[in-house]
């Protein structure tokens, strides 16, 4: 049966694409095939082998072109700004429920592991009222929150897990992912959340500045073995 695990954020550039990209690598060195989809994308001028959906594209061991691209970002826009505010720049829109039928076609498609990344945090605006944590809600997926250790991501982290748990939706775990510069010490960032989180499964990723960094995250497998199957 297809699984799959929702890979949202405290916010953009915190780490999301990195964890997503490293459970894909993962389940793969376990023989486990795997589905990437990140359906939204904005800031999506880099090209197609310089962006998040290739990274995501490789790190699923899948060639990255045209064909490939689509299939995991439909919707990609190059202002790096909210996503309904970059489709409405280029003269479009983002349809909610376009987006959600994407994504169970994929899972359908009967990989081992399905992942899909959001774009930036838990309410980023998907369209209209709608936001990411809708979308998580619609396809019934265990949440993966990644966060950071930078100042104010203690607050950050944990307000983006309230809002999921406030819908009922499952949190798998916490990843603090080390960002870049902080005043804080990743490790008193981690205890701070474990604290204030104590029954979520907490994993912390040093800083990793190597390419490909997926291949370098601690070990996620209690994050592939523990999700539940897709409906």
């Known amino acids: 049966m297809s699984r799959g695990l929702f890979v949202t954020a405290s916010g953009t550039e915190i780490g999301k694409t990195l964890i997503a990209c ?29 962006s998040d959906t290739a990274h995501l ?20 826009f190059d202002p790096a700004i909210a996503p309904d505010m970059a489709a409405a720049r280029a003269g479009a829109a983002i349809d909610f429920d376009s987006v959600t039928a994407h994504c169970r ?6 990989a081992d592991i399905t992942i899909i990344e959001g774009v ?60 870049g510069q902080s005043p804080v010490p990743l490790e008193e960032t981690v205890a701070a959340i474990a604290r204030l989180a104590p029954k979520t499964h907490l994993i912390t990723v040093p800083r990793i500045d190597d390419a490909p960094a997926w291949e370098r995250v601690p070990d996620l497998s209690r994050l592939l073995t523990e999700i539940v199957p897709a409906p």
Request: with cysteine; proline share 4%; hydrophobic share 45%.
């Open 57 to 76: 594209l490789a790190a699923a061991g899948q060639p990255i072109n045209d064909a490939t691209v689509t299939a995991c970002t439909p919707w990609r």
């Open 120 to 179: 930036g945090g838990t309410l980023v605006p998907l369209g209209g009222t709608r936001t990411v944590r809708d979308l998580i809600a619609a396809l019934r997926l265990p949440a993966v929150v990644v966060g950071g250790s930078y100042l104010g991501a203690i607050s950050h982290t944990l307000t983006a897990v309230e809002s999921l748990t406030t819908r009922n939706i499952a949190i798998a775990g916490i990843v603090i992912s080390e960002s």
């Open 22 to 50: 490293a459970l894909a690598y993962q389940a793969r060195t376990r023989n486990q095939s795997v589905r990437v989809v990140k359906p939204v994308a904005t800031g999506f001028d880099a090209g197609l082998t310089d």
């Open 105 to 110: 076609a994929a899972i359908a498609e009967g």
